[in-house]
């Protein structure tokens, strides 16, 4: 079994800041992409950012210039860091990331969400 944990999300006014890490525990071979999806509610679950093995990111255009991914290869970990907060980010933020695992003697790659974390936006 391979788990995400999320944590860092929180109340914070417009303007203010936060920060999202996601660690991955378990079999792990390797995780490949990793990546932020947020959801607000009543719509779709969106891409906030992506992140390769290799630490290329790709963001959504809403949030390009206040939001920064990034990872740690050796903890298996995925960070956000979030500037200059706006009333629509508030959402649910998951964690997703690619994994390479051991199933029994079986190597499978698996898609894998954390649980989420609110992240609300207001004064």
């Known amino acids: 079994q391979v788990q995400l944990v999320e944590s860092g999300g929180g109340l914070v006014q417009p303007g203010g800041s936060l920060r999202l890490s996601c660690a991955a525990s378990?079999?792990?071979?390797?995780?490949?992409?990793m990546g932020w999806y947020h959801q607000a509610p009543g719509k779709q679950r969106e891409l906030v950012a992506s992140i390769t093995r290799s630490g290329s990111p790709n963001y959504a255009d809403t949030v390009k210039g206040r939001f920064t991914i990034s990872r740690d290869n050796a903890k298996n970990t995925v960070y956000l860091q979030m500037n200059s907060l706006k009333p629509e980010d508030t959402a649910v933020y998951y964690c997703n990331a690619g994994v390479v695992t051991l199933q029994g003697v079986r190597v499978s790659d698996l898609q894998v969400w954390g649980q989420g974390t609110q992240v609300s936006v207001s004064s």
């Open positions: 378990g079999i792990i071979v390797r995780i490949n992409d």
